[in-house]
């Protein structure tokens, strides 16, 4: 069961523009949300996180909204650069997951210079 | 302070044999985990180790299992290995000293089954 949701598999933006990651979740226990970027050939590394207590969190060019009501965070990186090119998860957690955490399949954006 | 460590990087195996992943987590990191990425699929959860015991586990066959030494360093075992089994399998650690942590993440074993 996919319990989290990237539905748009790519997206495309112009250096210095707004990119904006969508992800949806099914579980309404889930209380721990974390977006990572992936390089290829390289593991996922942590970008940002947000705890369901909040509905924004925000770290230099990247910030996280949650609505918990739509079941539905996203990211947005301002302004956009091409270093930026990855593959972006979303995941999320439920309280003592023990690291159990549950994947978006990705979403590959590619900033245009 | 070195990343998490996954040997081999490639591997090539063919239906029925079996095989050994292998991680080193950050040092000072207790807990393991490991994680299956396929194309479309996103990361499924395998199972995660703390103090050479499993907490927890995925909704994955027998056929995988996993363990994890005394050092914290785990290795990751599939048995009968089938088609569907090709994948990057990753590593990941943390402190394990909140509930709520970050993963690092290794850079994958990508195995595939001929």
Redesign the interface.
């Known amino acids: 069961d996919q319990q ?1 949701k ?1 539905n748009s ?1 790519s997206l495309s933006v112009q250096e210095g523009r707004i990119s904006i990651l969508n992800c949806d979740y099914t579980n309404s226990m889930f ?2 949300f ?1 977006w ?1 970027k992936k390089y290829p ?6 970008l940002i ?1 947000i ?1 369901s207590i909040k509905d924004k969190n925000e770290d230099g060019r990247f910030t996280v909204f949650l609505n918990k009501s739509a079941k539905h965070l996203s990211l947005h990186i301002v302004p956009s650069q091409p270093g930026d090119s990855a593959v972006y ?1 979303c ?1 999320a ?1 439920v ?12 979403t590959r954006l590619t900033v245009k210079p | 302070k070195a990343g998490v460590t996954q040997t081999p990087r490639y591997l090539i195996k063919t239906r029925g044999q079996q095989v050994t992943l292998s991680c080193s987590p950050i040092s000072g990191h207790r807990s393991v985990s490991w994680y299956q990425q396929t194309p479309g699929q996103g990361l499924q959860f395998l199972f995660e180790y703390f103090s050479e015991t499993q907490r927890n586990k995925g909704n994955f066959p027998g056929r995988f299992s996993g363990r994890q030494f005394s050092n914290s360093r785990s290795e990751m075992n599939v048995s009968t290995l089938e088609l569907g089994d090709s994948a990057l399998y990753l590593c990941a650690s943390s402190l394990a000293q909140a509930d709520n942590e970050k993963l690092f993440f290794g850079s994958g074993t990508q195995l595939s089954v001929l």
């Not at chain 1, 309280?95 to 990705?106: I, L, T, V």
């Open positions: 989290v990237q598999p209380d721990y974390l990572y050939a390289e593991g996922p590394t942590f996180s705890s998860f995941a957690s309280p003592h997951a023990n690291n159990d955490m549950r994947f978006g399949a990705g």
